[in-house]
């Protein structure tokens, strides 16, 4: 899964990033009293992350500003990449919110109370999400004991929206702009999926429906990148599919296609370099520790290069690598 982080956080921050997509699964899955009360039409995003640095290989998340009633609040969005549900979660998602107000403060020193902040989170891949949404359930307490200390803890839930147990109608019914409908379609079925283009095929009107969006082209190549990826399809069978879409679908089919294969290709390049590299560096200082090893494996072609270029003047693998 972590090696798929990638496509699935590439996907969600092109598509829901745009605050009109964002907004249609607001309205989708927060409760109507609260849609009727929230300026969804002023949606705004936020920048910046607030997910730990260690877990953003699981997490992927986006921040929103939105009028309500006359006051900013703030919607957080998280969507969780593992293939297990995290019962942790509502402590994570408590210090993300707990983050957004320090940044808050840290921009408003005068304030004396604190937008609120509406945390969402989205759930994929193949297991129901079945671990508590609210803090108070992972407080080491019986029963009794937690009913009378009540109010001295912190009670915070999360709003969940489990993709795993939302079937095909639902999703339909769902009022969503066509790029989210599809997004979500794909989060949920498309990670290692052998029958997706059969699956798709059910949802071309929404396919189309994407490309005939102002800047629909963009958001529809960053939704086929995303197939390419992560699903186990033929080729064949893909391109099928494009072509019933019209010219655009297929310009962008091989356009993705070819930048797949130049990544490819620069991906093996930076290999060879690095196991070159590594023989340079192991002659040189003896074997390498794996701390080094790694850093050579993920280090991009530019940065290899760089390094090669210090081995023959560098008395120490630390003046090679620092």
């Known amino acids: 899964m972590s090696g798929q982080s990638g496509p699935h956080d590439a996907v969600f921050r092109r598509v829901l990033g745009e605050p009109v997509n964002a907004a249609s699964q607001l309205r989708a899955v927060l409760p109507d009293a609260l849609v009727e009360r929230l300026d969804l039409d002023r949606l705004s995003r936020v920048s910046g992350s607030f997910v730990d640095a260690a877990l953003r290989w699981r997490h992927s998340d986006l921040l929103f ?36 107000w320090d940044r808050y403060l840290s921009e408003h020193p005068d304030a004396t109370r604190l937008p609120a902040v509406i945390p969402l989170v989205v759930h994929h891949n193949r297991r129901p999400w079945a ?29 969940l929206d489990d993709l795993t147990v939302l079937d095909e109608q639902a999703l339909r019914a769902r009022p969503l702009t066509p790029p989210v409908r599809i997004t979500l379609l794909l989060l949920k079925i498309a990670a290692g999926n052998p029958r997706l283009v059969q699956d798709l095929w059910r949802w ?15 958001e529809f190549t960053a ?11 033929a080729a064949d069978q893909l391109h099928n599919l ?23 290709e620069a991906r093996g390049e930076a290999r060879g370099r690095a196991e070159a590299l590594m023989q340079l560096l192991a002659l040189k200082f003896g074997p390498l520790p794996q701390p080094a090893l790694d850093r050579l494996r993920a280090a991009p072609t530019d940065q290899l290069e760089a390094w090669t270029a210090r081995v023959l003047t560098a008395d120490t693998l630390e003046q090679v690598l620092g």
């Open 223 to 233: 939704l086929l990148r995303y197939i390419e990826l992560v699903g186990e399809i």
């Open 65 to 100: 500003s939105v009028p309500l009633q006359g006051r900013e609040v703030f919607v957080y969005i998280l969507v969780e990449h593992q293939s297990s549900d995290d019962p942790l979660m509502p402590f994570r998602m408590l210090r993300y919110v707990i983050r957004v």
């Open 242 to 264: 494009i072509t019933t879409l019209g010219p655009e679908a297929e310009e962008a089919y091989v356009t993705i296609a070819e930048m797949l294969r130049a990544e490819g």
């Open 131 to 159: 671990s508590s949404t609210q803090l108070l359930d992972l407080l080491n307490l019986d029963r009794d004991s937690a009913g009378a200390a009540e109010q001295y803890l912190p009670r915070f839930r999360f709003l």
């Open 204 to 218: 071309t009107d929404d396919l189309r429906a994407v490309l005939d969006r102002p800047g629909g082209l963009e």
